[in-house]
Nanobody, 124 residues
């Protein structure tokens, strides 16, 4: 499994940004996909996770109501739409994947596959 994240950049507070994660191989049935982030000087934290096959996504408390994870089956791409961004959202964002759902979906140790980080900076 290979994950290629992109879409990071500089955005003003209150703005929006969409991250992309291109995934391969061509089928991810039974996989769990998601995003983690790590801010400077802080521990890595979960942003969101969901079953590729369907179902309601899970979100970290700090992003609920502002971030949305979606997928495009035709291109095997996962998107993270981030709205109302705040300076505390500044971090490296990582696309992740694992086979099968886990109740510990918010633990970074549960994810075997990681993409490279894409930096999001929220600043005026």
């Amino acid at each position: 499994v290979q994950l290629q994240a992109s879409g990071g950049g500089l955005v003003q507070p209150g703005g929006s940004l969409r991250l992309s994660c291109a995934a391969s191989p061509p089928t991810f049935t039974n996989y769990v996909m998601g995003w983690f982030r790590q801010a400077p000087g802080k521990e890595r934290e979960v942003v969101t996770a969901f079953r590729w096959s369907g179902g309601y996504p899970k979100y970290g408390d700090s992003v609920k109501g502002r971030f949305t994870i979606t997928k495009d089956r035709t291109t095997n791409t996962v998107y993270l739409q981030m709205n109302n961004l705040q300076p505390e959202d500044t971090a490296d964002y990582y696309c992740v994947a694992r086979y099968g759902w886990t109740t510990a979906w918010d633990s970074e140790n549960q994810y075997r596959y990681w993409g490279q980080g894409t930096l999001v900076t929220v600043s005026s």
